[in-house]
């Protein structure tokens, strides 16, 4: 291509340079070493404390960025001591063992430094006239760096590369010029989803209050006075329990015109039902009442995390094909002239039905929910004309939160296309 030269990550502009992490980043691993597996001590659970030295490990990398809210802490002189791994303002980190690949720039921090657990590195850039930090980070971020990353990791939960390894790593170099106009449209669109986000999480909490008001008759809609009324859910409708059947013998790898779509526990995520990773079974294992219907709640009856027990999620796919759910999974079927199905859908986010399930799975080794449990759980219903001045409310301010995280994904696609487009000169921005 002209213009265009072969690199070790692809075609790449030809004023362009390909140096190594080596050459760029400090590297002096027996001084000062790029990761937490420094020292001979390792933190015991008696050294941490409740404010200090941050202590960040590889669960500590949220969407790219570092949750130093939810890590542990270490008391200065201690961290000193134990002379493990440190990054400071700036520095890249990123996960190589295990989980690798996933990055967050260091900002500006309280304490000195912080504390590294031998799974993540840092890179640190020696010369700011050369590297910019922040287009390094978005350099770690993209998809052919991480492509190359964890094939000379290799896979599992076994995957690791090391140090020397890393500091070979190759870099794209740019003008700085260039390096800096490409980290601030990346970072910009950063800014964006970081906004965005905000707004989803505090539209989400706008609806939890809204719920604890609406459904509990704390605050009632214009128009609406009658009394509410304790009853079972077992009133509103029916619990019924998933399909079984016989492991991979029932069990195609795709659609058939003898198969039905199976979901499962993973496919109930955040309140919804998401037909990614579906399995597709022998329809003679399901029966026609268990063919998920329009409003259906899918709910996780049975799993290894007792947390993860009693999530549900409100079926409403309509893309031609028949759904039916797993043995471990539960369907809670609203009879509608009874009912109204997103007033009973809204009873399975709040708290008293979490509090529901955490009874009855507690003092109990088995995670296992009956139908005729849920069937038991008690609310108060109002009339069903406010149940469905109810169910609108709420669905209004769903339709509303939907609307954001569409664009919330419309924005990470465009992010990753201008990745793309940037980070190989595709695009020049200088």
């Known amino acids: 291509m002209l213009g265009y030269k072969s690199s070790d990550v692809g075609m790449i502009p030809e004023d362009w340079e390909i140096v190594s992490v080596r050459q760029l980043v400090e590297a002096a691993i027996l001084e000062k070493p790029l990761d937490g597996n420094h020292g001979n001590i390792h933190p015991k659970s008696s050294d941490y404390v409740d404010y200090g030295i941050p202590f960040v490990m590889a669960n500590n990398f949220v969407n790219g960025e570092l949750d130093l809210n939810n890590?542990?802490?270490?008391?200065?002189?201690?961290?000193?001591?134990?002379?493990?791994?440190?990054?400071?303002?700036?520095?890249?980190?990123?996960?190589?063992?295990?989980?690798?690949?996933?990055?967050?720039?260091?900002?500006?921090?309280?304490?000195?430094?912080?504390?590294?657990?031998?799974?993540?590195?840092?890179?640190?850039?020696?010369?700011?006239?050369?590297?910019?930090?922040?287009?390094?980070?978005?350099?770690?971020?993209?998809?052919?760096?991480?492509?190359?990353?964890?094939?000379?990791?290799?896979?599992?939960?076994?995957?690791?590369?090391?140090?020397?390894?890393?500091?070979?790593?190759?870099?794209?170099?740019?003008?700085?010029?260039?390096?800096?106009?490409i980290a601030q449209a990346l970072s910009n669109v950063d800014a964006f989803l970081a906004t965005l986000d905000q707004v989803i999480a505090k539209k989400r909490d706008l609806k939890q209050a809204a719920m604890q008001q609406l459904l509990t008759g704390k605050t009632r809609l214009p128009g609406f006075n009658r009394e509410w009324e304790a009853k079972k859910l077992g009133h509103a409708g029916c619990c019924?329990?998933?399909?079984?059947?016989?492991?991979?013998?029932?069990?195609?790898?795709?659609?058939?015109?003898?198969?039905?779509?199976?979901?499962?526990?993973?496919?109930?995520?955040?309140?919804?039902?998401?037909?990614?990773?579906?399995?597709?079974?022998?329809?003679?294992?399901?029966?026609?009442?268990?063919?998920?219907?329009?409003?259906?709640?899918?709910?996780?009856?049975?799993?290894?995390?007792?947390?993860?027990?009693?999530?549900?999620?409100?079926?409403?796919?309509?893309?031609?094909?028949?759904?039916?759910?797993?043995?471990?999974?539960?369907?809670?079927?609203?009879?509608?002239?009874?009912?109204?199905p997103v007033f009973v859908f809204s009873l399975f986010q709040t708290g008293r039905y979490r509090d529901y399930i955490n009874n009855l799975l507690a003092g109990s080794s088995i995670n296992n929910l009956s139908p005729s449990s849920i069937e038991s759980l008690e609310f108060s219903f109002p009339p069903y004309s406010e149940q469905i001045a109810i169910g609108q409310v709420l669905a209004e301010m769903d339709n509303e939160i939907a609307?954001?995280?569409?664009?919330?994904?419309?924005?990470?696609?465009?992010?990753?296309?201008?990745?793309?487009?940037?980070?190989?000169?595709?695009?020049r921005l200088a």
């Open 71 to 181: 890590c542990k802490f270490i008391k200065r002189e201690r961290a000193d001591k134990l002379q493990k791994g440190f990054a400071v303002t700036g520095d890249i980190l990123l996960t190589h063992k295990g989980t690798v690949g996933s990055t967050a720039i260091v900002g500006e921090l309280n304490t000195a430094y912080i504390m590294l657990t031998p799974q993540v590195t840092y890179y640190r850039v020696k010369d700011a006239n050369q590297l910019d930090n922040r287009f390094l980070k978005h350099y770690f971020d993209n998809s052919r760096f991480q492509s190359l990353f964890e094939s000379l990791a290799g896979g599992g939960t076994r995957a690791y590369l090391g140090i020397v390894k890393q500091l070979e790593l190759p870099i794209i170099k740019p003008s700085i010029d260039e390096q800096r106009a």
């Open 240 to 340: 019924l329990r998933g399909v079984s059947y016989r492991g991979n013998d029932d069990l195609s790898p795709h659609d058939t015109a003898f198969t039905k779509r199976l979901l499962r526990s993973n496919n109930v995520q955040n309140a919804l039902v998401m037909t990614n990773d579906v399995q597709f079974v022998n329809d003679k294992r399901v029966a026609q009442i268990q063919v998920l219907q329009k409003n259906d709640i899918l709910i996780c009856m049975a799993n290894g995390s007792k947390a993860l027990v009693g999530k549900a999620g409100q079926f409403s796919i309509n893309d031609g094909f028949d759904y039916t759910f797993g043995a471990f999974m539960g369907c809670f079927r609203t009879d509608e002239s009874i009912a109204d």
């Open 403 to 427: 609307a954001l995280e569409a664009r919330l994904d419309k924005t990470s696609n465009l992010k990753q296309a201008m990745m793309q487009e940037l980070l190989t000169g595709k695009t």
